[in-house]
């Protein structure tokens, strides 16, 4: 019954910003981990960044580290990226996602993707 809908997605210029939202469904939002996820073409889907249900506790990929933030707000259901110095390679479909185990355990949802494209 949980559901995941992605928004802010969109084209920006290399070196510029997006923040995606992720709005959750659900009473418990706030006992998950959630995270992001993203696919860009010709690849496998690979991990972005989790947060703890507190929001205490956070990992990111390598490749976005300084530069992509998650955070979320558990009065809202939300869950947010921000994500800045974008690059052509951050080109992917983003994936909101929930994970009912630990912060280091996969995906048990997802959402739909919202798309993000990086291109001067």
């Known amino acids: 019954q949980v559901q995941l809908v992605e928004s802010g997605g969109g084209l920006v210029q290399p070196g510029g910003s997006l923040r995606l939202s992720c709005a959750a469904s659900?009473?418990?939002?706030?006992?998950?981990?959630m995270g992001w996820y993203r696919q860009a073409p010709g690849k496998q889907r690979e991990l972005v960044a989790r947060?703890?249900?507190?929001?205490?506790?956070?990992n990111y990929a390598d490749s976005v580290k300084g530069r992509f933030t998650i955070s979320r707000d558990n009065a809202k259901n939300t869950l947010y990226l921000q994500m800045n110095s974008l690059k052509p390679e951050d080109t992917a479909v983003y994936y909101c996602?929930?994970?009912?185990?630990?912060?280091?355990?996969?995906?048990?949802?997802w959402g739909q993707g919202t798309q993000v494209t990086v291109s001067s």
């Open positions: 947060i703890s249900s507190g929001g205490g506790i956070t």
């Open positions: 996602t929930l994970h009912r185990g630990s912060i280091t355990t996969g995906p048990s949802s």
């Open positions: 659900g009473s418990i939002f706030n006992i998950y981990t």
